[in-house]
């Protein structure tokens, strides 16, 4: 609760997690560098398809985000519940959790193809291996998650400082020395590849990656009453992740599209690519498993992040309104929502195996890159919404910061989210000739059944004696 301003009487002895910690948990949210090879592909031009997205959209989101999160604690169900209505609340909150069906398998396929370097670099191409990868340390991070929050915290923390931003910096030092070395980068860097060459909307499907990999930011605000004072401290946190953000991602892509030819790039190997070429050059290859464990260790760190935000806004809103079924609502000891978990779990193994099938693993991790991107945009579009209304109709309402030229952002937002939501449906020039319209309604069919029709139905089904009578506590397994 929030009264004029101030912060409510906390329980002694309440541990909390401190600004910065949150700020790593966010950065570790959407800071993997496994998004870079995507960009690299387009050389110098990738700067540019980075820096728009943060105009149009890292910017208001992150403003808005903090604006909500200062006076609507609870997370996006709240600020879209307060702001539009409930069933809109519920499909906001479950495309936030739904995105991560999507993400979970594109992530940890970066991962496998980063671990392939430790044991035989070919198995970063290798579909069943990938498949093993996805679902043994998916299952392995639910395992992780159940024991509690701090210890996700702890992780994710240590894990994207250790694995994202250390690795990242090692990367860009190595690819600078480089090129003062006198050798020529694989991509020409003059002011005519500033711009992406355009020969259609193909040609820049690419920017919906930006868009990928900046949505997330404002997914740690469910833990916005886990700080000691969320009113100053959680925007502090938001915008020191979006200024480290913006360096963990476009520096270590300028350095891949150095050293690695583009149509040499893998989308999931091509960070190790990079560092197995600029190690081997400067003598340094026996670092090379150093390098890619670390790497792992970072991506691991953002997919903790994730397990716990989006599955514990789902489980709150379950208890309250009733929107899931009593064994959903059923935590373990720790708090944890282990039969959320679990759940998704089953549904991400049945999308790993895909991978085991199919002859190019560079492609499906785009496909599900693209389906968790158009996913997520429809709750961006809901928190725009939101936050406009709430502003007209709860004024005065306390907030611990007030975004400036709200309305603004909101219709940049809104129109970005709406424009890159269209063209996530085209396929990627770099993919070569494909079918449009196969492409686009494989696109559809994922975004309708894991991102549209689970809430309708719950919300259609839903009966009255799923509510809990006492929504701040959930029955233990």
């Known amino acids: 609760m929030w ?51 943060a105009i149009v959209f890292l910017v ?77 340390l998916f299952w392995g991070g639910v395992l992780l998650s159940s024991r509690g929050l701090g210890l996700v915290a702890a992780l994710s923390s240590s894990g994207t400082l250790v694995g994202t931003l250390v690795p990242g910096a090692i990367l860009v030092a190595l690819g600078i020395a480089y ?6 980068s694989a991509a020409p860097m003059t002011t005519h590849q500033i711009l992406p060459p355009w020969t259609g909307l193909a040609s820049v499907v690419l920017i919906v990656n930006s868009f990928f990999t900046y949505a997330g930011i404002e997914v740690n605000a469910v833990h916005v009453d886990e700080l000691r004072n969320p009113g100053r401290e959680f925007p502090k946190s938001i915008f020191l992740a979006m200024g480290l953000v913006l360096a963990v991602f476009i520096l270590p892509t300028l350095a891949i599209a150095w050293v690695v030819p583009s149509h040499q790039i893998s989308f999931t190997a091509g960070v190790m690519q990079a560092f197995n070429s600029l190690l081997a050059h ?80 560079s492609r499906d991790y785009w496909i599900f890159v693209a389906m968790a991107t158009q996913v997520y945009l429809i709750m961006y579009v809901l928190m725009f919404v939101a936050a406009v209304r709430l502003r007209r ?66 919300h259609r089904f839903r009966k009255p004696a799923w509510k809990s009578t006492d929504p701040g506590a959930a029955p233990p397994l």
């Not at 570790?28 to 728009?52: E, H, I, K, Q």
């Not at 070919?122 to 498949?131: E, I």
């Not at 090129?179 to 020529?184: R, V």
């Not at 670092?287 to 890619?292: K, R, V």
């Open 179 to 184: 090129l003062l070395q006198g050798h020529h």
């Open 282 to 361: 400067f003598g340094l290859a026996f670092a090379t498993p150093l390098i890619a464990i670390a790497l792992a260790v970072g991506a691991l760190a953002g997919m903790m992040a994730w397990l716990d935000g989006p599955s514990e806004g789902l489980l709150r809103i379950g208890r309250e309104q009733g929107f899931l079924p009593p064994y959903f609502q059923r935590v373990n000891r720790k708090g944890v929502e282990v039969r959320i978990l679990s759940a998704q779990g089953v549904v991400i193994t049945v999308i790993a195996l895909l991978y085991a099938f199919v002859p190019d693993v």
């Open 3 to 53: 009264v004029r301003g101030r912060r409510a009487a906390r329980p002694p002895g309440r541990r909390y997690i401190a600004w910065p910690a949150l700020a790593m948990m966010t950065v570790g949210s959407v800071g993997y560098l496994g998004s870079a090879p995507a960009m690299s592909v387009v050389g110098l031009a990738s700067v540019f398809l980075y820096v728009l997205p």
């Open 393 to 458: 109709s709860q004024p005065n309402r306390a907030r611990g910061y007030r975004a400036p030229l709200l309305g603004l952002l909101c219709v940049v937002g809104t129109a970005s989210s709406l424009l890159a939501f269209l063209i996530g449906f085209v396929s990627p020039s770099q993919f070569g000739h494909s079918n449009p319209l196969v492409y686009a309604s494989l696109i559809l069919a994922g975004i309708l059944a894991i991102g549209v029709l689970p809430p309708f139905l719950l």
């Open 60 to 136: 208001p989101v992150s403003l808005v985000a903090a604006e909500l999160a200062s006076g609507w604690p609870g997370g996006v169900y709240n600020w879209v519940r307060e702001g539009v209505s409930a069933p809109m609340g519920l499909l906001a909150v479950w495309c936030e959790f739904a995105q991560t069906i999507f993400y979970y398998p594109a992530l940890l396929a970066f991962v496998g193809a980063t671990l392939a370097y430790v044991i035989a670099p070919h198995l970063a191409s290798d579909g069943v291996y990938t498949a093993a990868i996805i679902i043994i």
